[in-house]
């Protein structure tokens, strides 16, 4: 009963799937271009990524850092945006197969992004936490909140400590920032909102496999970063392996066990292949290989960019380019190009990465951040830090909400946004009869 | 396993069901009283439910009308929250069951609040949507955008104007409010996000069964209100009662028949009794009679105020007070100043209601408010909701967000909180097994 209704044009139809930071570029970039753009999510939003962590640690509601689609692009006559699940691609036919239908193509980008990697081992992955949806950040922060009030219910001090441990497994930047939230909870929000509870009990854990934290960046801000957590009391642990976990104690490679309920994995992303795709393009992290004009082997009008495409045409970086906006931006900005110089008769562009520079934030006044061959550290990388989040953080709206956030928090080390939102059985089970699609309402409670 | 841990003391113990309206006042009003105040309540946070609307219809994000129970009182040092669900009391015994746990209590304070009012209509009940918590509102945004969303897929006339269709039932201040933010959906939010949709398919109904809206108010007012709506597009109907409603199609008292998969509704409210309350201390809609000192019927030690108390000592409100948060808030600070007065011996006083007015916004520059005898409407009457509203919002950062959000509707006809928070299924799996006490974690799906 249900069809994506795009009007058909005599203009070549894109399709982007994904509204990424890779897939919006993109679809700007072609907004003058005489195409007509098709946009795909499964959800009606862009989502900031980057500070998803904050989402989760109380700091930030989650409507602030993302912003509805359509809204981006409402002023782009060419641009359509449907709401839909992709199901696979019949590359021959020229065919995306989708929950709302089949959708034809001349041209195809998947934007697709990546999702959580537990590297196969499927015990950690059936009880660690992972965080790469809005909806997600969300379940954590009612999770977190929910066992700081259950640990006062408790006695006995190991289920006490059994509660309040978190451990981040995964020393990148959002293992990082995760890790100083944490510690900043403890430090400013427990001891004033539970001044019953003994804090002393409560553990952060920051667990890396390998020999440095923010592998991206230089030894120096390394150590910077590792100080800058242990001086806010984080346990911060490298060359350490995750063995195992049960969702009460993990064990190290060591054999040491933590007791936690809490286990938060950012050890690794992968790509979200699509059915239809050939194995012989994809690597085993998931990731679809492309060539420099970000192609997939095989095609000429199925393009990959961002977290989903494995291009290693840079000496730089021989495994792929990382999995980070950046890459994603200028893949999609490079390809509409492409799109555009094809169109024209030109020839196409080979994408090359400009790395504008990385940075982290550990906690009030204390950030790392590289850029321009500038290495910097504590109040001034803090400051520039944030800079960056509000001026890439999209619509005003949303930047003048993180600001007040930001700043009431900073005035008043408190954060507003600690509420645990649950129930409601009764209206969801009535608002699913009336669903027509497969996917579905949720923020439902079962 | 779980227990109450609240530490026994030798000063009485005041326990107070509910962190809405009355029970915040109520728990202030003891602040520096010789008694150790214990709050419970199912959700952490107090939800400023005058704003309800506004969530609903994605002008306001949710945390910004919610207020963490921990934050207001963080400074009050008598004072003890906890997150629970109460299952029955023993009034003979002074003990309160909970799902954490028995709690004994000195003074016991009901302050429950009210839930939906279907009147027994089964049917309605079954399909109608309600939007008296947080959740409720967060999905009815999610399901109307999906609407939306939907009807861009479907090219039968009937299908769509049955998506596009918003049934508000009750012309109370919440039906009214809703109506208008329907109507201004519409007129600014579709035209943009969906150009391709035929708007004029939709169609926003407010349903009243008695002869006027705002029943509350002055006639001219009312008729203010009317024809506010009208001018918006709201199809306003009067002496009109909904017989039935299948969650497809409406059948009214006159036999006439309106298409919509969504019908609102506001039309009343009811008490939720807590099991051992005497069955002679209830009145049929779950209200609890209270006596002028709001002692429950057959009790000197367990009181009610609010939405949850059947009190009638003016003339001026035969059948009780309005279940407003202004009748709460005073019954809850005479309340409190009462249990003050008994510590010393004193003697109670009655209480007394002092309407401080009522008002009800119909849309962009339009509202009707009257208060200390003066009837306004139009431009100032909105300007006059929006302070009264920022001014009673708990705690500066929500005044803030609430404000940039206004700021920038108004200044945008933009609506920033567009977005359907939805999926997760993966993390809510793993975060419900650690969860020990019997309510749980929400914000999934499945």
């Given amino acids: 009963m249900l069809q994506p209704n795009i009007p058909e044009t005599s203009q070549p139809r894109v399709v982007i799937v994904g509204g990424g930071f890779g897939g919006i570029m993109l679809a700007k970039t072609l907004r003058k271009a005489p195409v007509q753009v098709v946009l795909l999510d499964r959800n009606n939003y862009h989502l900031f990524q980057p500070l998803l962590y904050q989402v989760a640690t109380a700091g930030l509601e989650p409507d602030s850092i993302a912003f509805p689609l359509r809204g981006i692009f409402k002023r782009q006559k060419n641009f359509h ?5 992709v199901l696979s691609v019949n590359t021959a036919g020229n065919i995306l197969d989708t929950n709302i239908g089949p959708i034809r193509y001349d041209h195809l980008i998947l934007a697709t992004g990546s999702n959580t990697n ?62 100083g939230a944490f510690a900043e909870l403890r430090e400013y929000i427990l001891p004033k909102d539970y001044p019953e509870l003994p804090v002393h009990l409560m553990e ?13 960046m230089s030894e120096q801000s390394s150590e910077k970063t590792v100080r800058g957590l242990r001086k806010l009391g984080v346990k911060v642990l490298i060359n350490t392996a995750v063995k195992d976990y049960d969702g009460q104690v993990l064990t190290l490679g060591n054999g040491e066990q933590i007791r936690s309920q809490s286990l938060l994995w950012s050890a690794g992303v992968k790509g979200v292949p699509i059915a239809g795709i050939a194995q012989d393009a994809l690597i ?18 199925v393009y990959a960019i961002g977290d989903a495409a494995q291009l290693a045409n840079d000496e730089r970086y021989p495994k792929g380019y990382p999995m980070v906006a950046q890459v994603a931006t200028q893949q999609g900005k490079n390809l509409g190009n492409n799109i555009r110089r094809q169109l024209k008769g030109e020839t196409m562009t080979a994408f090359k990465y400009k790395d504008l520079g990385s940075m982290a934030t550990i906690g009030r006044h204390r950030a790392v951040a ?77």
């Avoid at 945006?81 to 699940?85: I, T």
């Avoid at 992955?125 to 219910?153: C, D, T």
């Avoid at 952060?204 to 991206?216: M, N, Q, R, S, W």
């Fill in 284 to 301: 085993p992290n998931g990731r679809i290989l492309v060539n420099e004009f970000n192609q997939v082997k095989g095609h000429t009008n």
């Fill in 81 to 85: 945006f449907r709401m839909a699940e």
């Fill in 118 to 179: 537990f590297f196969g081992n499927k015990q950690i992955e059936q009880h660690a936490i992972g965080m790469k949806s809005l909806i997600e950040a969300v379940q954590i922060r009612n999770y977190v909140l929910k066992q700081f009030e259950e640990s006062l219910l408790m006695t006995d001090e190991t289920a006490i400590r059994q509660k309040l441990n978190f451990v981040m497994v995964g020393g990148g930047p959002t293992g990082v920032e995760l890790a």
């Fill in 370 to 446: 590289e850029f321009l061959g500038l290495k910097l550290g504590g109040y001034f990388a803090w400051i520039v830090w944030m800079v960056v989040h509000l001026l890439n953080l999209m619509g005003f709206r949303n930047k003048m909400v993180v600001f007040i956030n930001w700043a009431y928090r900073y005035l008043t080390f408190d954060r507003g946004t600690r509420i645990i939102i649950k129930r409601g059985a009764a209206n969801i089970v009535k608002l699913r009869q009336t669903i027509d699609s497969p996917s579905d309402v949720a923020l439902n409670q079962s």
């Fill in 204 to 216: 952060v854990y920051l667990i890396e496999a390998g020999p440095k934290v923010l592998a991206a």
